[in-house]
């Protein structure tokens, strides 16, 4: 018996080793590769969807929340937004006033402050005013700060607020199309743009377009909505 059990069990193993080469040389299929990501921020929105916290987000294409809070500043005189830099965190606390905004963004500490057109903190190096925002007297606000940065051509879905929103451009350059017509801004400039027209932003040049970004907002209202009742011509440069 054993005789016989021995060149069976060796046939076997000849026909498995064969079958196993036979595998091997057949071509194999590459697995699947991911589909590229496309940032199709015209069906679904900027990345960061100005909600997620901008901390850990600093170098990251889209839009982030770095701060939010009621308006406190007078509206029955033209209100402005400052925007002045320190060399640290506490030196801003030591100058930032009751209402101002202390904020990490871009690298650099910020005191963001909503006020007139007098004033002035005790220190901190100006970097811009913008404005004036235009708002409504009595009415109640929440002032939504934001960090924005978009690749050139990169555009936001058509969308309104409940109240103003303003831009401080750091880098590169921005358009905006309303149905009024179109606003292009540039690294050092700002731009203000009033409550309820549907609007576009897009990214426009050849550099990554860096921006402070302030809404204004009613506060019983959400600070955005999509503008389905209107769609941009694109009459953005490009």
Same mark, same amino acid.
């Given at each position: 018996?054993?005789?016989?059990?021995?060149?069976?069990?060796?046939?076997?193993?000849?026909? =498995? *080793?064969?079958?196993?080469? &036979?595998? %091997? !040389?057949? @071509?194999?299929?590459?697995?699947?590769?991911?589909? +590229?990501? /496309?940032?199709?921020?015209?069906?679904?929105?900027?990345?960061?969807?100005?909600?997620?916290?901008?901390?850990?987000?600093?170098?990251?294409?889209?839009?982030?929340?770095? =701060? *939010?809070?009621?308006?406190? &500043?007078? %509206? !029955?005189? @033209?209100?402005?937004?400052?925007?002045?830099?320190? +060399?640290? /965190?506490?030196?801003?606390?030591?100058?930032?006033?009751?209402?101002?905004?202390?904020?990490?963004?871009?690298?650099?500490?910020?005191?963001?402050?909503?006020?007139?057109?007098?004033?002035?903190?005790?220190?901190?190096?100006?970097?811009?005013?913008?404005?004036?925002?235009?708002?409504?007297?009595?009415?109640?606000?929440?002032?939504?700060?934001?960090?924005?940065?978009?690749?050139?051509?990169?555009?936001?879905?058509?969308?309104?607020?409940?109240?103003?929103?303003?831009?401080?451009?750091?880098?590169?350059?921005?358009?905006?199309?309303?149905?009024?017509?179109?606003?292009?801004?540039?690294?050092?400039?700002?731009?203000?743009?009033?409550?309820?027209?549907?609007?576009?932003?897009?990214?426009?040049?050849?550099?990554?377009?860096?921006?402070?970004?302030?809404?204004?907002?009613?506060?019983?209202?959400?600070?955005?909505?999509?503008?389905?009742?209107?769609?941009?011509?694109?009459?953005?440069?490009?």
């Amino acid at each position: 018996m054993l005789s016989m059990s021995q060149p069976a069990s060796y046939e076997r193993s000849i026909l =498995a *080793v064969v079958a196993g080469v &036979a595998c %091997a !040389s057949q @071509p194999r299929s590459a697995p699947p590769q991911p589909e +590229p990501v /496309r940032m199709n921020v015209a069906a679904v929105g900027v990345p960061g969807g100005c909600a997620a916290r901008a901390a850990g987000h600093t170098s990251d294409v889209g839009c982030y929340l770095t =701060a *939010v809070e009621p308006l406190s &500043a007078d %509206a !029955s005189y @033209p209100v402005y937004w400052y925007l002045h830099t320190f +060399p640290s /965190r506490t030196a801003a606390e030591n100058a930032r006033p009751v209402r101002g905004t202390i904020v990490e963004s871009f690298g650099k500490v910020w005191l963001f402050t909503m006020a007139q057109d007098t004033w002035r903190p005790p220190s901190g190096e100006f970097v811009a005013r913008v404005g004036p925002i235009p708002l409504t007297p009595g009415k109640s606000y929440t002032v939504r700060y934001m960090e924005a940065t978009f690749t050139p051509g990169m555009h936001t879905a058509p969308h309104r607020h409940p109240g103003p929103e303003a831009w401080f451009v750091l880098t590169g350059a921005q358009c905006l199309e309303t149905p009024d017509g179109v606003t292009v801004v540039r690294a050092g400039q700002s731009a203000v743009v009033r409550e309820g027209p549907p609007m576009l932003l897009s990214g426009v040049g050849t550099q990554v377009r860096r921006a402070l970004v302030l809404v204004v907002h009613d506060s019983s209202l959400p600070w955005t909505a999509p503008a389905h009742d209107w769609n941009a011509k694109g009459l953005c440069p490009k």
